[in-house]
T-cell receptor
Framework: AQSVTQPDIHITVSEGASLELRCNYS??????LFWYVQSPGQGLQLLLK??????LVQGIKGFEAEFKRSQSSFNLRKPSVHWSDAAEYFC?????????????FGKGTHLIIQP | GAGVSQSPRYKVAKRGRDVALRCDSI?????LYWYRQTLGQGSEVLTY????????KSGRPSGRFSAERPERSVSTLKIQRTEQGDSAVYLC?????????????FGPGTRLTVT
């Protein structure tokens, strides 16, 4: 079965600084990979996804992520964070073939933005 | 059009009672999923239903959880004999298949508190 690890429970970054959130997955084949963001009281919003092809994927709100097969990682990055980026971030993996079993999520990283 | 919606947004139930949570998905989406989200634990898939199925395909944690599909774009998650451990946010997601990839769109969630 697949699994996702987000090693950092909390991360604090100054506004304007760069950001990298770590995600490692475990799966035997090439998975579908996702990053979602959740603000308090809101549902999960898809930031970006990787299915195949170019390993550097661009998402919404200036986020990008890079799939590194050798490291089983899919880290999320943003060159300059804004106060509105403060939220909970979830990495998720879906199995190839459609994901009828649903997505497997990491436990999340809580991002705090310092002024 | 509108995204995925869920009702009620908040639900308080006495232990032992049955509850039903509703999800209205995006028209045309095929599969509906129910996830349970708990603080610090991320989200785990509970059950899902295909477009032509009235009942769910899985039953994790089995027995007390079930999903019905009274209409193509509507799913109802039923929890029987609620327990305090069922207190969580329940997220509904619908799946859109485009080409050989897929995405899941999430609703805002229903926060269930079992007293």
């Amino acid at each position: 079965a697949q699994s996702v690890t987000q090693p950092d429970i909390h991360i604090t970054v100054s506004e304007g600084a760069s950001l990298e959130l770590r995600c490692n997955y475990s799966y035997g084949a090439t998975p579908y990979l996702f990053w979602y963001v959740q603000s308090p009281g809101q549902g999960l919003q898809l930031l970006l996804k990787y299915f195949s092809g170019d390993t550097l994927v661009q998402g919404i709100k200036g986020f990008e992520a890079e799939f590194k097969r050798s490291q089983s990682s899919f880290n999320l990055r943003k060159p300059s964070v804004h106060w509105s980026d403060a939220a909970e971030y979830f990495c998720a993996v879906g199995v190839s073939g459609g994901g009828a079993d649903g997505l497997t999520f990491g436990k999340g990283t809580h991002l705090i933005i310092q002024p | 059009g509108a995204g995925v919606s869920q009702s009620p947004r908040y639900k308080v139930a006495k232990r032992g009672r049955d509850v039903a949570l509703r999800c209205d998905s995006i028209s045309g989406h095929v599969t509906l999923y129910w996830y349970r989200q708990t603080l610090g634990q991320g989200s785990e898939v509970l059950t899902y239903s295909q477009s032509d199925a009235q009942r769910d395909k899985s039953g994790r944690p089995s027995g007390r959880f079930s999903a019905e599909r009274p209409e193509r774009s509507v799913s109802t998650l039923k929890i029987q004999r609620t327990e305090q451990g069922d207190s969580a946010v329940y997220l509904c997601a619908s799946r859109w298949i485009r080409g050989c990839s897929y995405e899941q769109y999430f609703g805002p969630g229903t926060r269930l508190t079992v007293t």
